[in-house]
């Protein structure tokens, strides 16, 4: 199964090199359960010209994905969302920790900080 549901966006302007915005968008899907283990990554030419972004840059960050262990490359075939991965526990891990992100940015913001100052 291919995964056409999920849209990467990357923005250019913000700063974060793409390759890391694409490897954590990524990452989000898989933690959020949108992509799931065995399901198969859209195609480097194919995701670069969706984005749009140079497909070396689409191969770096799927191949630091790999490193990561969230994905697997099958040489010939493409790139897939590992099969060993426990999604539960991310999910899981993901649910816990987003109240305690939510509260510190909350108390960041009271501190005066912008959503940039927040983000770095």
């Known amino acids: ?15 974060v090199p793409m390759y890391l915005q694409l490897i954590e968008q990524v990452r989000h ?8 283990p065995g399901e198969q990554l859209p195609g480097i030419r194919k995701l670069a010209e969706s984005i749009p972004m140079n497909p070396n840059t ?4 799927y191949k ?29 891990r993901m649910k816990t920790a987003k109240p305690i992100v ?11 900080l912008n959503e940039e100052e927040i983000r770095r």
């Open 64 to 92: 630091e994905l790999e490193h990561l262990g969230l994905v697997e490359l099958r040489q010939g075939s493409g790139a897939f969302v590992s099969e060993r991965l426990n999604t539960k526990e991310l999910t899981d």
């Open 29 to 36: 899907a898989i933690e959020n359960g949108a992509v799931r």
């Open 58 to 61: 689409v191969a770096k960050a």
């Open 102 to 112: 939510e509260k510190a940015v909350e108390r960041l913001r009271d501190l005066g």
């Open 1 to 15: 199964m291919t995964v056409e549901h999920v849209i990467f966006r990357l923005n250019p302007q913000s700063g």
